[in-house]
């Protein structure tokens, strides 16, 4: 019975989320497995992978055949490298403690890789947020300075017709008080 490595889709419409498992190749893409080793969500960035290397290793040493996306996975979460070595400890060329170190200092450099890369979008996000947000304050001093000149001047022009509402009043108050001293001066000169 040949056995496949490969990724049996989970999730909904939109949103895939992948079952790493080893499965008869016979069997449908959904349907029957033989073991489950790990999940696959690549909907996140960097995407999330959690597999069982042991098991995965025990299956390719049986001879089961990763697909090209499950291989990409083995080999991103050191599957492949772990084969390699426990091969090399059983020709004799390295010893399975030489193995182990080898495969945790792989493992160490990775995960550094890996919090780089995390760090580095977190580090872009917030970068983005700032000029957004340094964009939008920009946006919001330019509307305040083309309303200030706005509201001065109607505030001159507010002051302007309540002068020129004023001057008329002014005006026709001198004329009334000379109206009303020529009035007296004719009544004094009628009455004399």
């Known amino acids: 019975m040949p056995v496949k490595i490969r990724l049996q889709r989970h999730g909904r419409k939109g949103k895939p989320f992948y079952w790493i498992v080893a499965a008869d190749a016979r069997a449908k893409r959904d349907g029957k497995f033989l073991e489950k080793l790990g999940t696959y969500n690549p909907n996140t960035n960097p995407a999330q992978i959690e597999l069982n290397v042991d ?70 996000k917030e970068e983005a947020k700032a000029k957004t947000l340094e964009a ?5 001093e330019k509307r305040k300075a083309d309303a200030a000149p706005a509201e001065e001047v109607t505030e001159e022009a507010a002051e302007e017709v309540a002068e020129e509402a004023a001057a008329p009043e002014a005006e026709a108050a001198p004329e009334a008080g000379a109206g009303a001293e020529a009035s007296e001066e004719e009544n004094k000169e009628a009455a004399e």
């Open 55 to 124: 098991g995965s290793v025990k299956w390719l040493q049986n001879g089961a055949q990763p697909t090209d996306t499950a291989k990409r996975i083995l080999s991103y979460k050191g599957v492949l490298l772990k084969k390699h070595l426990l091969g090399g400890v059983t020709k004799g060329a390295l010893t399975q403690e030489e193995a182990e170190a080898k495969f945790a200092a792989w493992l160490e450099e990775k995960t550094g890789k890996v919090t780089a890369k995390v760090e580095g979008l977190e580090k872009a």
């Open 136 to 140: 939008e304050r920009e946006i919001s």
